[in-house]
């Protein structure tokens, strides 16, 4: 079973995007029956306080602390929302590494799975037009990763790869102008909703990655290739839709269904608060917002939400800390 892996740091990212869909059709189509995409996380050591504050994670309870780690671990996850979407008719698997430094943890994933197609996108519209700098992620991952894993980085208009494969040569105009359009109609769709945001950032600086093999890297461009393959192109950009109204359709179904969420969530929000409005408090907790609310309604809340209630904003974490303070005045109160 031959596997394709794409290294993918956000749904937004148009170098994300452009990575997901040319693996899907140009290496899916006929090199392999198995994708997997890859995200990396950065380690999680400590938990923000509602004071602006943070806490070893060390120092925690050990089942406070696996809370924490599977939510964040969780909303990571969401990065993987949109292409699973668009792409339903691939068998997609999802991988989530954690590392300080992107590009040394996907050297590490390369050794560990033994996969032997990488993919990876750039946000500049032409990667190649510029000497890439040796901290980013894709210049480093061609330059370390070992001969028997080829190495693709797509950009708006070129690919530069170290395998040999004559397949592999500049994209069509036309194939680009429509992978634009694509991106372009997915980021303002998806920046619409926070769905999926995620914490992480793979473009941590470099250093120096360790493996056993090197390979050399080469940029693929006409002037270099025979005349036999110069002429070749890949395969449609939008071969995996027969129309490309179809992908329109998509994407303003997802729009809509995502703007459905979001009507339920806020009628859930205005629900909540008015009923903390209108009782006293038996067991307050403080939640990661920095307001208090009654233990059992805001547990019941977070067990379905990752965002404030009141403020409407992504929590950093669901834990609750108890409001003794709150609590003893509740108290001395009901006693008079």
């Known amino acids: 079973m031959a596997t394709v892996s794409v290294a993918v740091k956000s749904a937004e990212g148009r170098g994300s995007q452009r990575a997901v869909r040319w693996a ?6 006929s090199a392999a029956d198995r994708l997997v995409l890859v995200h990396v996380m950065a380690p999680i050591t400590s938990v923000p306080t509602p004071s602006g504050g943070t806490i070893p994670i060390k120092e925690l309870d050990a ?51 033994r996969t032997t197609s990488l993919v990876l996108g750039s946000c500049s519209s032409n990667y190649f037009a510029r000497k890439p700098k040796d901290s980013e992620v894709p210049s480093v991952v061609l330059k370390h990763a070992p001969d028997t894993c080829s190495i693709y980085v797509v950009s708006g208009n070129k690919l530069t790869s170290n395998s040999l494969n004559p397949m592999l040569t500049t994209v069509s105009g036309r194939d680009t102008h429509a992978l634009s359009k694509h991106e372009s109609s997915l980021s303002s769709s998806s920046t619409e909703s926070k769905y999926y945001n995620c914490l992480s950032d793979v473009s941590h600086p470099h250093s120096q990655a360790q493996t056993p093999r090197f390979s050399s890297s080469h940029q693929v461009s006409e002037d270099s290739l025979p005349h036999t393959v110069r002429n070749r192109r890949f395969p449609s950009i939008s071969s995996t839709y027969s129309d490309q109204s179809d992908i329109q359709a998509e994407i303003e179904q997802l729009r809509l269904e995502v703007e459905n969420t979001m009507i339920m969530y806020n009628r859930a929000c205005e629900d909540l608060v008015h009923a903390q409005s209108k009782e006293i408090m038996d067991n307050p907790h403080i ?15 977070l067990d379905r939400h990752n ?5 409407k904003q992504t929590l950093p974490h669901k834990l609750l800390i108890p409001n003794h303070m709150l609590h003893s005045a509740i108290q001395e109160w009901r006693k008079q």
């Open 24 to 29: 899907v059709e140009n290496l899916m189509q």
């Open 63 to 113: 089942s406070v602390a696996e809370m924490y780690i599977q939510d964040l671990r969780a909303r990571c996850e969401e990065t993987f929302l949109t292409f699973k979407y668009l792409y339903k008719t691939q068998k997609i698997e999802t991988l989530l590494l954690e590392g300080e430094n992107p590009a040394s943890a996907l050297l590490r994933y390369i050794s560990d799975s």
């Open 287 to 301: 939640a990661a917002d920095g307001f208090t609310y009654e233990y059992d309604a805001i547990k019941a809340w």
């Open 307 to 311: 965002v404030s209630p009141v403020t």
